[in-house]
């Protein structure tokens, strides 16, 4: 006969994995070892090519500066402090009339903004800056209709003050991008197609988030 007295153990529970998908967990790496590792790394290999006189153009060397910029300003907006998919999704202008934590910004959305377009887009226009300079530059035109506009203007029409990447825009973003348009002007780095181009380039991927992220808004509203 069984002791009634011995404890009973209740039935092991399966380890589960965290939840949230591939692009969650890849979010979290690339957002976390992006500010955190790859900036500093690239940040101190660019200051001691230009302190050693190395062989970069500095048009060329401004836009491989572009891309630790941008890693510091998504880790403002997705680690420290972070929120920004959230901000996004529930307090802007492109809310849905019924927020969800995933539209418009899905995980999957954030990874192909950030990873494949903005880092791929960075190196691409920096290997290319001796031969095609409007395809760096196109990521400039971009990033002051995307970033510059929307942390500053476009997000405070419905959340005055501090939003997810505020900080990083104006203080890292903004002043970049005015300093290189400065230096592109004075030192006639592009021909006037190269400038047509760059910012047909860099509306036409403004545009087509727009219409994309429009389309997300709508699925929910």
Same mark, same amino acid.
């Not at 994995?17 to 969650?24: D, R």
């Not at 048009?59 to 880790?75: D, K, R, T």
């Not at 959230?86 to 492109?94: I, K, L, M, Q, Y």
């Given at each position: 006969m069984p002791d009634s007295s011995a404890p009973t153990l209740a039935p092991e529970t399966?380890?589960?994995?965290?939840?949230?998908? !591939?692009?969650? @967990?890849? *979010?979290?790496?690339w957002q976390v070892v992006g500010g955190a590792l790859l900036a500093p790394i690239l940040l101190t290999v660019l200051i001691t090519a230009r302190l050693q006189e190395w062989d970069i153009?500095?048009?060329? +060397?401004?836009? +491989?500066? &572009?891309?630790?910029?941008?890693? =510091?300003?998504? $880790?403002?907006?997705?680690?420290?402090?972070g929120g920004f998919k959230? $901000?996004? *999704?529930?307090?802007?202008? $492109?809310s849905s009339e019924n927020p969800t934590d995933n539209t418009p910004l899905s995980e999957g959305y954030v990874? $192909? =903004? *950030? #990873? =494949?377009?903005v880092w791929g887009w960075a190196i691409v226009g920096a290997l290319l800056a001796g031969i095609a300079p409007w395809v760096g530059f196109g990521l400039v035109v971009f990033n002051a209709g995307v970033n510059?506009? &929307?942390?500053?203007?476009? !997000? &405070? #029409? @419905?959340?005055?003050?501090?939003?997810?990447?505020l900080f990083t825009t104006m203080l890292l973003l903004l002043p970049f991008s005015t300093f290189i348009t400065i230096y592109v002007i004075q030192h006639d780095v592009m021909s006037p197609l190269d400038w047509v181009l760059s910012f047909v380039l860099g509306l036409g991927v403004v545009a087509g988030f727009a219409a994309i992220t429009g389309s997300r808004r709508k699925v929910t509203a």
């Open positions: 399966p380890l589960r994995a965290p939840s949230g998908g !591939f692009f969650a @967990k890849a *979010n979290l790496a153009p500095t048009y060329a +060397w401004l836009l +491989w500066l &572009q891309l630790p910029i941008l890693m =510091v300003h998504e $880790f403002e907006e997705y680690v420290f402090p959230s $901000f996004f *999704n529930h307090d802007t202008v $492109f990874f $192909f =903004v *950030n #990873i =494949v377009t510059c506009v &929307q942390h500053s203007v476009i !997000f &405070q #029409i @419905k959340h005055e003050g501090y939003n997810p990447g």
